[in-house]
């Protein structure tokens, strides 16, 4: 079975100082990793995704993330946090093989402080 | 905006009824996902259909159905609702079926009274 752990429900982090929103799976066979971002009241919007190849992946608005097969961590990070940055992250995993469904973290709230 | 729509917003009815949510996927993608988000759930994956077939299934209820038609909109069916049933629904679409990132749609919110 496939699951994914964020072990923080919440995390704070004073703006212009670099952020990690954490991530940890457990899949058999390779895992394809995504993250993606809630804003309030809005769908969620993907971030970045891991596939195979380099293990630093970037995304969207200066994230990025970097995977860890030994640690099975998926890690995101921003070098300098924005307040605009505050919002739900979730982080998600899928095995490699057809018919195969998505599985995600339950969230990590972000909250960039002025 | 990600170019995926979904219809009503809001969605409010009482327990026994039923109630159908429809999407729009976006121009060209033929992979639409269904989640349900609720408070002590978080986001579940419920089903994925791929230009019209079944492609993956989660944690669907067998209260609920889905289908994907032939110009790819997909409806989700909510039958025999209960209170627990509230929450927010929301759609995804992709351009295939295998590991493409998801577009999400803005969600219906559903009350079960």
């Known amino acids: 079975a496939q699951s994914v752990a964020q072990p923080e429900d919440q995390v704070n982090v004073a703006e212009g100082n670099p952020l990690t929103v954490k991530c940890t799976y457990s899949?058999?066979?390779?895992?394809?990793l995504f993250w993606y971002v809630q804003y309030p009241n809005r769908g969620l919007q993907f971030l970045l995704k891991?596939?195979?190849?380099?293990?630093l992946v970037k995304g969207s608005y200066g994230f990025e993330a970097e995977f860890n097969k030994s640690q099975t961590s998926f890690h995101l990070k921003k070098p300098s946090a924005l307040v605009s940055d505050s919002a739900l992250y979730f982080c998600a995993v899928r095995r490699d093989n057809y018919g195969q469904n998505f599985v995600f973290g339950p969230g990590t709230r972000l909250s960039v402080l002025p | 905006d990600s170019g995926v729509t979904q219809t009503p917003k809001h969605l409010i009815t009482a327990t026994g009824q039923r109630v159908t949510l429809r999407c729009s996927p976006r121009s060209g993608d033929l992979s639409v996902y269904w989640y349900q988000q609720s408070l002590d759930q978080g986001l579940q994956f419920l089903i994925q259909?791929?230009?019209?077939?079944?492609?993956a299934k989660g944690n669907i209820l067998e209260r609920f159905s889905a289908q994907q038609f032939p110009d790819l909109h997909s409806e989700l069916n909510l039958s025999s609702l209960e209170l627990g049933d509230s929450a927010l629904y929301f759609c995804?679409?992709?351009?295939?079926?295998?590991?493409?990132?998801?577009?999400f749609g803005p969600g219906t919110r559903l009350t079960v009274t």
């Open positions: 995804a679409s992709s351009e295939g079926a295998g590991i493409y990132e998801q577009y």
């Open positions: 259909y791929y230009n019209g077939e079944e492609r």
């Open positions: 899949v058999s066979g390779n895992p394809y």
């Open positions: 891991y596939i195979t190849g380099d293990n």
